[in-house]
């Protein structure tokens, strides 16, 4: 493979590996699980401790087969590096860590996860001003800027209720004002989307989700896409700025949250999602193409009281996910009319397994109020649309049929 070419997505994941050295020829960057790296020259050992030489230090900090992931996420969101992390939630607490400081006010999208949500509120027990606004109109994120505002924070397709950014706006916003962007790519995949198409600074992915595909392990990534002026930002400290001003932010990331907090993503798991990763593509034009027959199928049953995909014309954001979107995901979520109840409902699938996760080759289901998003309490789910009905679909890989089907025949009480 000619690195000088230009390949497609899934051509370029399978052939990102033997685009460095690898051992024995082998076409997966093997396994390394030696959490030490040994020098015969302690010079050298000391050159690539302070960033003078390439290398690894401590397994903690780096690993040739994580290294080798790493790239390939970078390759997939066409930046310039990335760091993973043991998880998705890590990732995010990389930025609030590593990139913050007390008195910093941060913007960021009210439709959030519901663990995004829970750290933004520890995040303002410690120092940090945080402003919830309805990120679909980049006027409500303007407004909410101030003197202190260092970061604007969305999700691409928010979890559950797919709501959609003004990703476009937000990110021409924050160029503007010197503002770090950070977009948490999750729900579209770097398949669907790129954040560096609309400005963003650093992105997000739970690698967990649909990059790994299959539910059997954790991980999270943080990218940066080349974009943000780091020479200019306040807070990196004076022994990162003795780095190239393109490698400050990510160097303060590496030391501060990834060493300091050790959320280490290992060896193991980096090569299964690497794997997983190569049929990416593959598994998501599935996914979103069952997530819209059961959508559609869904909005004309009478028994449905909405559904919330960016898919349908009577989605709100439906325009503007035509304009972003290589596709609109395989997460939906629905409310049924008052007669249905929503546990009876749901224990009548067959198909669907009643389970926490999303981005699986199997379709998922879950009470999104009664369980992830109990915590928040219910005046939070009303200014988030959450109804107590709502159920949240992460639609996987079986016969469309099949779900057709098992959807349908649920309704039948």
Known sequence: MNEKNSYGFTTTILHSDRQKNIEHGSVHKPVHTSVLFGYKDARDLAA???GKQS??????QGNPTVSALEDKITCMEAGVSTI???????????VFQALLRAGDHIVSSKFLFGNTNSLWQTASTQGLDV????ATAVANVEAALTPATRMVFVETIANPRTQIADLKRIGRLCQERGILFV???TITSPYLFQPKSVGASLVVNSLTKYIAGHGNVLGGALTDTGLFDWAAYP??????????????????VRAKALRDFGATLSPEAAHQIAVGAETMALRMERECANAMAIATMLAADPRVAAVHYPGLASHPQHALANEL????????????????????????????INATHLGDT??????????IFFEMGAERRAEMGIADSLIRVSVGIEDTQDLLDDFSQALNS
Request: proline share 4%; aromatic share 14%; charged share 15%.
């Open 183 to 185: 977009v948490d790519n």
């Open 131 to 134: 402003s919830l606004v309805d």
């Open 362 to 371: 199997r379709t998922l289901v879950i009470p999104v109020a009664h369980t």
């Open 84 to 94: 993973t992390f043991a998880t998705g939630m890590a990732a995010i607490g990389a």
């Open 325 to 352: 979107f290589l596709a609109y995901g395989a997460l939906f979520s629905f409310e049924l009319k008052p007669e249905i109840d929503c546990f009876d409902y749901l224990n009548r699938l067959n198909l669907a």
């Open 235 to 252: 807070n990196i400290a004076d022994n990162f700025r003795k780095q190239a001003p393109a490698q400050q932010g990510m160097a303060q």
């Open 48 to 50: 690539v401790f302070q």
């Open 55 to 60: 290398g690894y230090r401590y397994g903690r």
